[in-house]
């Protein structure tokens, strides 16, 4: 069982043992981590013909020269749905099962992406060219995100030709420009680009929206995209600023991710794509350097997006791999992600259990509000903290009351609970242990609302769910999964929360109360982007220009220790998310030339780092995380002290780079 609980995720799990009923599909994402080289494995896939169950591209066959490539365990790939059954039973039906079942023992961990039809085919590597030792004087800036207007007059030179090196556009399905080493989606490089804007140009003109029906770019029809604005906060800039010939501007690369993958409401599933985006930037950027002359460019990624549950403490599988990849490469990494916008939301409790000795003990209980009218599934994590020693290993067991008044058995370590109605699961939870590792416990259920299979959804309304301990004494952070729209989707998944009448929603102004007060087990603590609390990205808040005051739904650090629980880091920096309590958003392009649009979140702050960090590189100034701190104290006159219950918001201080210069 230990084995298991090392190698297949939970969300898998409940995929298979759903049959895949919420992710229809043959062949899908996932991600990859591997007790040895992901290069070996790459390269054992090609050459054992099991194309027809699962596939690697062929990139990871050999690491960009920047990447020392025997330190790399991650790859992303692509399964049939019976290959991702197989690493759950550890079963193998098929002819090939020699070569297959020693392919499953040489993964250690797999998470599971959504589904796709973009297939590729086996390639050969990309051909590596060596790089010079000469540093290169220049930075990239990549945007990892959906809806990419790359088109835009702020990613533009003042001739008129792009700035853009490389966009990757994972979700063209038309089989044309498909990115060397990757096989699928569409690649336009910085010639093909300035092709097709001359050609879509008239009359002095642009007409944006032919460029984008020729380029493939269906996810820029919106007037307004997550994308497009995060990109130009990044590195957009009045063209009449944007010369060729200078030094300080950046190359800028987007690799926009597919419409499913961000449509997705939980976020969970995003991983395979994200990593597969990294490892593009990061192959192109050497390219770039090559071609150029010089040694590896520095790069900083921006990747505005996050998730409320998981592990939070960097040992969920890609922060895991993306700070290798930082400690990997030879030239300067970063990588910027936001705190989260889930501070106010209840979707954490800190629930804390004495003793099981201890006499005349009741269960704790939480409530588990789902919402009526909800398309997408939902879910929680519990997390148990990690001891020493075995013996102190904590251990707890859990019981579920359904809003129909169903109730499951105590569910103990290594056990699991499935409700079926009709023979079809609606709920599963099960809890997962491994000798010297964290415990967690999974809840996962079935949507409340589907028009196409009625019969598979879940009751919405209150679950119970109650705790009672085992051990010794402990704490458990439980999180409840993203559930909410993404901006610019139609309406699919409502975001579940954890309810209490303890706990105090509103101050006596009847403003949002912004602290943990009383004895409600939900806590605003502990709400940062579980996406974001690696060792080496650099993590950012969000506060309101006019008065600095911290952004009510900009996510938190935790406590530092609570009965031996590894601490939750805090944001690193804030910068700007909102205007003024009475204008919460900040101004910056839409997905038209001369337009703007209003948003907000530390997804727009996130960016504004993210430009720091670019000009820093050109520079050729120390950049990582400490320095992000040290610069944002250093201009804070009213910067958070060590230990300041601010500085789990706020982190070191606040960085004031007032959103996208050169705006109207």
């Keep these: 069982m230990a084995e298991q609980r090392k190698r297949v995720s939970p969300y898998l799990?409940?995929?298979?043992?759903?049959?895949?009923?919420?992710?229809?599909?043959?062949?899908?994402?996932?991600?990859?981590?591997?007790?040895?080289?992901?290069?070996?494995?790459?390269?054992?896939?090609?050459?054992?013909?099991?194309?027809?169950?699962?596939r690697i591209p062929a990139v990871y066959q050999e690491a960009p020269p920047s990447l020392r490539g025997a330190d790399l365990t991650c790859c992303m790939a692509i399964a049939r749905r019976e290959a991702l059954s197989a690493f759950v039973s550890g079963k193998v039906s098929r002819g090939d099962?020699?070569?297959?079942?020693?392919?499953?023992?040489?993964?250690?961990?797999?998470?599971?992406?959504?589904?796709?039809?973009?297939?590729?085919?086996?390639?050969?590597?990309?051909?590596?060219?060596l790089l010079a030792a000469s540093p290169s004087r220049r930075a990239i800036v990549a945007i990892i995100d959906d809806g990419l207007a790359f088109a835009h007059e702020r990613f533009r030179f003042q001739d008129g030709r792009s700035r853009v090196k490389y966009f990757w556009n994972q979700d063209d399905h038309t089989n044309t420009g498909r990115p060397a080493g990757f096989g699928w989606g569409r690649e336009l490089q910085e010639n093909e680009i300035n092709q097709l804007l001359a050609s879509c140009t008239h009359t002095g003109l642009l007409d944006e929206d032919e460029f984008y029906r020729l380029a493939g770019q269906n996810l820029a029809a919106r007037r307004a995209k997550h994308g497009t604005h995060v990109m130009d906060i990044a590195c957009g800039l009045d063209p009449k600023h944007a010369v060729p010939e200078d030094p300080n501007l950046p190359y800028i690369i987007g690799v926009q991710l597919p419409k499913w993958v961000t449509e997705e409401t939980s976020g969970a599933f995003l991983t395979p794509n994200v990593y597969a985006a990294i490892s593009y930037v990061l192959s192109r950027a050497d390219q770039i350097s090559a071609a150029e002359g010089t040694g590896p460019i520095p790069v900083v990624i921006n990747l505005s997006y996050g998730t409320i549950a998981?592990?939070?403490?960097?040992?969920?599988?890609?922060?895991?791999?993306?700070?290798?990849?930082?400690?990997?490469?030879?030239?300067?990494?970063?990588?910027?992600?936001?705190a989260g916008n889930h501070y106010l939301a209840r979707c954490h409790a800190l629930v804390e259990l004495s003793q099981a000795s201890v006499p005349g003990q009741l269960p704790k209980r939480l409530r588990w509000r789902v919402q009526p009218d909800n398309k997408a599934n939902s879910f929680m994590e519990l997390w148990l903290p990690k001891q020493a020693t075995e013996k102190s290993q904590p251990e707890i067991a859990i019981r579920i009351t359904t809003p129909t008044n169903q109730r499951s058995p105590w569910i103990g370590?290594?056990?699991?609970?499935?409700?079926?109605?009709?023979?079809?699961?609606?709920?599963?939870?099960?809890?997962?242990?491994?000798?010297?590792?964290?415990?967690?416990?999974l809840l996962a259920m079935a949507p409340t609302a589907d028009l196409a299979m009625p019969s598979l959804t879940a009751p919405s309304g209150t679950w119970l769910i109650e705790l009672k301990n085992k051990g010794v004494a402990t704490t458990v952070d439980v999180w409840v999964q993203r559930g909410d729209t993404p901006?610019?989707?139609?309406?699919?998944g409502r975001q579940s929360r954890l309810e209490d009448e303890n706990y105090v929603r509103f101050d006596l102004a009847g403003r949002p109360e912004q602290d943990d007060r009383g004895s409600s087990p939900v806590r605003r603590e502990s709400t940062i982007n579980a996406l974001a609390t690696g060792t080496h990205a650099i993590v950012v808040g969000a506060y309101l220009r006019s008065d600095k005051a911290v952004s009510e739904y900009s996510g938190a650090g935790g406590r530092t220790t609570t009965n031996g629980a590894s601490p939750i880091r805090s944001p690193d920096v804030s910068a700007v998310g909102d205007e003024s309590p009475v204008h919460r958003n900040l101004l910056a392009a839409g997905t038209r030339s001369g337009s703007v649009v209003m948003m907000n979140g530390t997804s727009v702050a996130a960016p504004q780092v993210t430009r720091l960090i670019?000009?820093?590189?050109?520079?050729?100034?120390?950049?990582?995380?400490?320095?992000?701190q040290r610069i944002a104290k250093t201009g804070d006159t009213k910067a958070p002290g060590p230990g300041s219950p601010l500085a789990v918001r706020i982190g070191a201080g606040r960085l004031d780079r007032c959103g996208r210069p050169n705006r109207p």
């Excluded at 591997?34 to 390269?43: H, K, Q």
């Excluded at 797999?110 to 590596?128: A, D, H, K, M, Y």
């Excluded at 609970?417 to 416990?441: C, D, H, M, P």
């Design 13 to 54: 799990e409940w995929a298979v043992l759903t049959e895949f009923a919420y992710l229809p599909g043959e062949w899908f994402w996932v991600l990859l981590e591997l007790d040895g080289p992901a290069e070996v494995l790459a390269r054992s896939v090609m050459r054992s013909g099991l194309d027809q169950v699962i």
């Design 97 to 129: 099962a020699k070569q297959f079942a020693s392919l499953l023992s040489s993964i250690n961990r797999i998470e599971l992406g959504t589904p796709t039809t973009n297939l590729f085919e086996r390639t050969e590597p990309i051909e590596q060219s």
């Design 310 to 338: 998981g592990p939070h403490d960097g040992t969920s599988q890609l922060e895991a791999a993306i700070d290798q990849l930082i400690a990997s490469r030879t030239a300067p990494l970063r990588v910027v992600l936001p």
């Design 413 to 441: 370590a290594n056990q699991n609970w499935q409700w079926r109605i009709s023979g079809q699961l609606r709920f599963f939870a099960k809890y997962y242990t491994a000798v010297g590792e964290r415990s967690q416990i």
């Design 487 to 492: 901006f610019g989707y139609p309406l699919s």
């Design 614 to 628: 670019s000009e820093l590189m050109i520079s050729q100034l120390a950049c990582d995380r400490l320095d992000v």
